[in-house]
């Protein structure tokens, strides 16, 4: 079984910073893809940033050049960098990690979700 914890979320100002850490533990042999969704208030779940698996990173146009998505393999934690934060960034964000376990078995699990707030 394994378990992801979300942290790192709050109110922020406009043109502030926040980050994000997403943490998996229990029985993973590997990490394979991790993604980074949001969802605002009325909306639907958006995608927001992947990084596979050799590291190869994906973004969507909205947080282009201002968020930034990184792994630490040996803590298996995926983590997301939001800089020059906007008002429409706020939302709940989501982390969705595919991992395989040590049962060779590819499995896809969620976080909680983390409400990101920016507000003057």
């Known amino acids: 079984q394994v378990q992801v914890v979300e942290s790192g979320g709050g109110l922020a100002h406009p043109g502030g910073s926040l980050r994000l850490s997403c943490a998996a533990s229990?029985?993973?042999?590997?990490?394979?893809?991790s993604v980074w969704y949001r969802q605002a208030p009325g909306k639907g779940r958006d995608f927001v940033a992947l990084?596979?698996?050799?590291?190869?990173?994906n973004y969507a146009d909205s947080v282009k050049g201002r968020f930034t998505i990184s792994r630490d393999n040996a803590k298996n934690t995926l983590y997301l960098q939001m800089n020059s934060l906007k008002p429409e960034d706020t939302a709940v964000y989501y982390c969705?990690?595919?991992?395989?376990?040590?049962?060779?078995?590819?499995?896809?699990?969620w976080g909680q979700g983390n409400l990101v707030t920016v507000s003057p």
């Open positions: 990084i596979s698996s050799s590291g190869t990173t």
């Open positions: 969705n990690i595919n991992y395989l376990s040590i049962a060779l078995v590819n499995v896809e699990v």
């Open positions: 229990g029985s993973i042999f590997r990490i394979n893809a």
